[in-house]
């Protein structure tokens, strides 16, 4: 079983809508987590970051972490076209070396 | 200097081949990251270093790769007769220890095909 599970998708939503990204882990060592996008045959780039339990808003994006179901969610109000990309979920314990575990990855693809 | 820079973009190579990939954290970065992405899939933990020091190295290092970081500052990834099961996006990034974040700024990857 991996540490970190997420949902590969292909998601399509049409324009406008809320879409919701969610990941589950099973290491409870986990203390920081991360939501990166990538776009297609580029490196991820960090959309938000929290260390702890409840929700973080950031413009139209609001990350939410449930650490006693070991579960995060990242949702997207009015979804754009500009928003097809694939998300990766990621985590990391406090202190130590830090390396990054990934989840696989979900793609999104949002209509015109 | 605003991130995380990785050279060359994409190599072809033919089995058997070496090759070297290089990246150059962002300035002051003082750790460095490398990670293999194949096609679907997260990227996975590679190694890493803390200045010049290699502190870790997963089991998906094999003998075939090596890493180095000689002065601190950029870092090369090299990989000795390569094989096919190589061909992936190599991702490097860096992080500042002084930072109160623990995030991971990522660079544009190396993508590897080994024909």
């Known amino acids: 079983q991996k540490e970190v599970e997420q949902d590969p998708g292909p998601l399509s939503v049409p324009e406008g809508a809320i879409v919701s990204l969610n990941c589950t882990y099973s290491?409870?060592?986990?203390?920081?987590f991360m939501w990166y996008r990538q776009y297609s045959r580029k490196g991820p780039e960090l959309l938000m970051y929290?260390?702890?339990?409840g929700n973080k808003e950031d413009g139209r994006f609001t990350a939410q972490v449930d650490k006693s179901s070991k579960y995060i969610s990242l949702f997207i109000r009015d979804s754009q076209p500009s928003d097809s990309a694939t998300y990766l979920c990621?985590?990391?314990?406090?202190?130590?070396?830090?390396?990054?575990?990934f989840g696989t990855g979900t793609k999104l693809q949002v209509i015109p | 200097d605003t991130g995380v820079s990785q050279d060359p973009r994409h190599k072809i190579t033919k089995r058997g081949q070496n090759v070297t990939f290089r990246c150059d954290p962002i300035?002051?970065?003082?750790?460095l990251y490398w990670y293999r992405q194949t096609l679907g899939q997260g990227p996975e933990f590679l190694t890493y270093?803390?200045?010049?020091?290699?502190?870790?190295k997963s089991r998906l290092l094999s003998d075939r790769f090596s890493a180095e970081r000689p002065k601190g500052s950029f870092s090369t990834l090299e990989i000795q007769r390569t094989e096919q099961g190589d061909s992936a996006m190599y991702l490097c990034?860096?992080?500042?220890?002084?930072?109160?974040?623990?995030?991971?700024?990522f660079g544009p990857g190396t993508r590897l095909t080994v024909l």
């Open positions: 929290t260390y702890s339990s």
């Open positions: 300035s002051e970065h003082n750790r």
């Open positions: 990621a985590m990391t314990p406090r202190g130590g070396y830090q390396k990054v575990t």
């Open positions: 290491n409870s060592a986990f203390q920081y």
């Open positions: 990034a860096s992080r500042d220890l002084t930072s109160r974040t623990d995030t991971q700024y």
């Open positions: 270093f803390q200045n010049e020091a290699q502190l870790e």
